[in-house]
């Protein structure tokens, strides 16, 4: 098996102040221990929040910063006491590579939401050592934070439910929205709102999607199945959707007002926010009271709940639609993420990719 006491070098893209800009950096993985699976990168995901992050928006940011939190590799190497995967499987690396393993959020499989979980990248490993994330040629992860990826599901399909399918399903499996009949909504059709659409669906949904105009109307019904299209400037199809659906899934990651939104609600619908937005947002309370309404929000998943979404859209035969980049593009690819440029989930071919320009 090799040791696993030699400290590894890898390359990756970082960003090294919040202008965002990334460019190849090398840099010390921290020591593996028995628990570790060591795992060369084959490709990973662009998520909004890599872009959040790299430009320090949620004023939280240390550079140099490798990003990259949706991530399917390949185990070159385990550790002794590592049980769950074998040299040479695919496997999925998301957004939490640590926590405490003792408070209540652990102790229920809701690991995303202990208070002293550590994040894939931006964050500091309990060695001391910075996390940096997938946009690098490999990872050491305690395998607690490692999800075998299905048998014959292609990588660069995986990566995205690592992060944006997870954070669809997370919510409407706890809130016990995942039986057939159910009229739903999904609010933004990007990364995590395309795959919301197709989880909801395969769970027997009558699916609205809802957007800002109507550009992607046609690959909102035609291509991923939506049963209704409402553009939220339209106030009279607005007003005849009143009241409508039992849940909206909101994804939408900048300010946006609220109000029109909850008036879709039913009695007792619920408005889910899975976008991470840093200004506050409003609503005036009898729009939530009288309809006896839920503004909500859910965080990821858990590593349970990141297994099932894979292994149901397996299943289910759902794909994420997705476009491959090489890692020189890395810098354009986030510019055009920004701009909402991009149908709908860049995946960086970071196997493919040469890192050390």
Known sequence: MGSLETERTTTGWAARDPSGFLSPYTYALRNTGPEDVFIKVTCCGICHTDIHQTKNDLGMSNYPMVPGHEVVGEVVEVGSDVTKFRVGEVVGVGCVVGCCRGCRPCDTDNEQYCLKKIWSYNDVYTDGKPTQGGFAGSMVVDQKFVVKIPDGMNPEQAAPLLCAGVTVYSPLRHFGLMGSGLRGGVLGLGGVGHMGVQIAKAMGHHVTVI??????????????????????????????????????????????????????????????????????????SPMIMLGRKSITGSFIGSMKETEEILNFCKEKNLSSMIEVVKMDYINTAMERLEKNDVRYRFVVDVAGSKLDL
Not at 250 to 273: M, S
């Open 211 to 284: 957007s800002s105009s109507d550009k992607k109307r046609v690959e909102a019904l035609e291509h991923l199945g939506a049963d209704e299209y409402l553009v939220s400037s339209d106030t009279e199809g607005m007003q005849k959707a009143a009241e409508s659906l039992d849940y909206i899934i909101d994804t939408v990651p900048v300010f946006h007002p609220l109000e029109p939104y909850i008036a879709l609600l039913k009695l007792d619908g619920k408005l889910i926010l899975t976008g991470v937005i840093n200004t506050p947002l409003q609503f005036v």
